[in-house]
């Protein structure tokens, strides 16, 4: 069992930076893939970027590419998003999430272990 805590999201400027982290429990967390979601008002849930176990290869959705960055320090059981140059569009509940076993970073049923939020919010 892995629990999962995210913290770092508030109100912030377009073009500014943030940087989100998931804090998580549980001594194997090197050995799970974890993935950032995130889900805006009105809108279905969206992967945003995901980070493979120890190895560390990453995946992004294009429309962060080149903005955002994650990254994870399994010392101390956390993963990293940076996200810099923001835009309004980047507003949403962003989740952390993992799983052992993760074949398709990108799609969220393959996680079972997430996050309750937090809220990120760019202003223009």
């Known amino acids: 069992q892995v629990q999962l805590v995210e913290s770092g ?4 400027q377009a073009g500014g930076s943030l940087r ?17 979601f995130r889900q805006a008002p ?3 849930r969206e992967f945003v970027a995901s980070i493979k176990r120890s190895a560390g290869s990453t995946d992004y959705a294009d ?4 903005r955002f960055t994650i990254s994870r320090d399994n010392a101390k059981n956390t993963v990293y998003l940076q996200m810099s140059s ?3 569009e980047d ?3 962003y989740y952390c999430a993992a ?7 990108t799609l969220s049923s393959q996680y079972a272990y997430w ?10």
């Open 9 to 12: 999201g508030g109100l912030v």
């Open 20 to 36: 989100l982290s998931c804090a998580a429990s549980g001594r194997t967390f090197s050995t799970y893939a974890v993935g950032w």
């Open 42 to 44: 009105g809108k279905e």
């Open 63 to 66: 429309s962060v590419k080149g």
């Open 86 to 88: 923001l835009k309004p």
């Open 91 to 93: 507003t949403a509940v």
């Open 99 to 105: 799983d052992p076993l993760v074949l398709v970073p």
């Open 115 to 124: 996050g309750q939020g937090t809220h990120v919010t760019v202003s223009s």
